[in-house]
């Protein structure tokens, strides 16, 4: 049979991920708002008479270079980030030969949802 993703997870594999995750997320989370905050600093900086080099670029390299790797770990194993903002994740599975997401987000203890591949967070069923 062909498949969409090459790695399906079961529940108790993706649950045991969460504490990992739960890092990950945070440091995206962290990376993305140092981003914002140069990003807005570098802009106010752009104009004649200004050096945009230094410790600000360097900076904001070196979290746009965490954000890539952090990123990085989730698609080595095929986790999809659906919604930063809410930690929301999608572990592909296969539920009596089907393909499905496992659907976890940030605020639950285990990951005990799944529903369909295009059917998003509103098609969410109980495992």
Known sequence: M?????KHFTPEEATAMLPE???WLAQLKGFR???ERDDKRLTSLQG????LG???VNQW???VAGLQTTLGEFARRGILIKDLERGLVDFPALIGGKEV??????????V?????????YGGREKI
């Open 2 to 6: 062909n498949y969409r993703f090459q």
């Open 21 to 23: 995750l739960r890092g």
């Open 33 to 35: 708002e140092q981003i």
């Open 48 to 51: 004649p008479g200004h050096d």
């Open 54 to 56: 230094g410790d600000l």
């Open 61 to 63: 390299v070196r979290a």
């Open 101 to 110: 997401f496992l659907c976890w987000e940030e605020d639950e203890e285990t």
């Open 112 to 120: 005990e949802f799944w529903h369909d591949l295009d059917a998003g």
